[in-house]
C-alpha cells in the first residue's frame, strides 16, 4: 500500500527553525524516485520548494535557498526537509512526494507550518 506520512509542522515565531519528516512506502517507489517537498498556502496552489535527486543534487525555489535544507535517509525510506530562519510567508501546509508527475503518488495528508510575526 502507497502511503506517505508527514510529520514535524507546528506554530514557531519567525525566525525560528522546524525539521520536517516524511516517511514513504513502499520503499521501491520512492528510493528509485527524485523526491521533493511542497507546500500549499491557503488560497494558492501547490507548490514545489524542494527537491533532491536520487544522486544528491538539491534544489530549491528562490524564496527559501539559503533557509532550507533537504535530506534523505534511504535506510529509513524518510526524506527531511529542515527550515530555518522561517517566515510568515512559509506559512503552508507541507507535503512530500515523487517529483516526476507521471510516477507521483497520492497525497499524504500533510503537515501543517504557521510561523507567526
Known amino acids: 500500500q502507497v502511503r506517505l506520512v508527514e510529520s514535524g509542522g507546528g506554530l514557531v515565531r519567525a525566525g525560528e527553525s522546524l525539521t520536517l519528516s516524511c516517511q514513504y512506502s513502499?520503499?521501491?517507489?520512492?528510493?528509485?524516485?527524485?523526491m521533493g517537498w511542497y507546500r500549499q498556502a491557503p488560497g494558492k496552489q501547490r507548490e514545489l520548494v524542494a527537491f533532491m535527486r536520487r544522486g544528491g543534487d538539491r534544489n530549491f525555489i528562490d524564496s527559501v535557498s539559503g533557509r532550507f535544507a533537504i535530506s534523505r535517509d534511504i535506510a529509513k525510506n524518510t526524506v527531511y526537509l529542515q527550515m530555518n530562519n522561517l517566515k510568515p510567508e512559509d506559512t503552508a501546509v507541507y507535503y512530500c512526494?515523487?517529483?516526476?508527475?507521471?510516477?507521483?503518488?497520492?497525497w499524504g495528508q500533510g503537515t501543517q507550518v504557521t510561523v507567526s510575526s
Open positions: 513502499p520503499r521501491n517507489i520512492y528510493n528509485g524516485n527524485d
Open positions: 512526494n515523487v517529483v516526476d508527475p507521471r510516477v507521483r503518488t497520492n
